[in-house]
T-cell receptor, first 111, second 114 residues
Framework: SQQGEEDPQALSIQEGENATMNCSYK?????LQWYRQNSGRGLVHLIL?????REKHSGRLRVTLDTSKKSSSLLITASRAADTASYFC???????????FGTGTRLTIIP | SQTIHQWPATLVQPVGSPLSLECTVE??????LYWYRQAAGRGLQLLFY??????ISSEVPQNLSASRPQDRQFILSSKKLLLSDSGFYLC?????????????FGPGTRLTVL
């Protein structure tokens, strides 16, 4: 079963605006990761945040993690048309050799 | 850097026919390997993963099977395909070094069962 649940399921914004996606999970984690998937392609790793971290930045990406609420958010600033894709969170649970992926947020950037 | 090859890119198969999807990796040794399936517009469902040659863990009981005959080769098979086997199949690897990090994904195989 999918542990991560992204919210919203779909998001459309104007180019240049900021996009925020949220992820909730159910069990304790070692780390949480965000991936991007362009239509019909494989997933690409964006950023990893460990359970003892609260915020992380990478370029136009900002990820926050609140382990008390079991939630994470991904912020994409100054969005571009090329950011149009599906975004997935994935959790690494202690003791497992696998990730559990969420259901994804479909982001559309309107030029 | 790691590279993942999957073939074929697309496949159309009749119900009841066999299936063999191959995934090979380059640029790393002793990786963890994974097979996922993605239905249209949906998230990823983990099917199998392997931490070494001959070691397969099954996540979802179904008519699919996996094998890892070599360190850098992961094969997904079925003896008789069902309509519900249609989907986008993704192979992924993780560098196994004691702590799980990011996964690297192949380009995927789109399977349509008719």
């Amino acid at each position: 079963s999918q542990q991560g649940e992204e919210d919203p399921q779909a998001l459309s914004i104007q180019e240049g605006e900021n996009a925020t996606m949220n992820c909730s999970y159910k069990t304790s984690i070692n780390n949480l990761q965000w991936y991007r998937q362009n239509s019909g392609r494989g997933l690409v790793h964006l950023i990893l945040i460990r359970s003892n971290e609260r915020e992380k930045h990478s370029g136009r990406l900002r990820v926050t993690l609140d382990t008390s609420k079991k939630s994470s958010s991904l912020l994409i600033t100054a969005s571009r048309a090329a950011d149009t894709a599906s975004y997935f969170c994935a959790t690494d649970n202690f003791g497992n050799e696998k990730l559990t992926f969420g259901t994804g947020t479909r982001l559309t950037i309107i030029p | 850097s790691q590279t993942i090859h999957q073939w074929p890119a697309t496949l159309v198969q009749p119900v009841g026919s066999p299936l063999s999807l191959e995934c090979t990796v380059e640029g790393t040794s002793n990786p963890n390997l994974y097979w996922y399936r993605q239905a249209a517009g949906r998230g990823l469902q983990l099917l199998f993963y392997s931490v070494g040659i001959g070691q397969i863990s099954s996540e979802v009981p179904q008519n699919l099977s996996a094998s890892r005959p070599q360190d850098r080769q992961f094969i997904l098979s079925s003896k008789k395909l069902l309509l519900s086997d249609s989907g986008f199949y993704l192979c992924a690897l993780a560098v196994s070094s004691g702590r799980l990090g990011e996964q690297f994904f192949g380009p995927g195989t789109r399977l349509t069962v008719l």
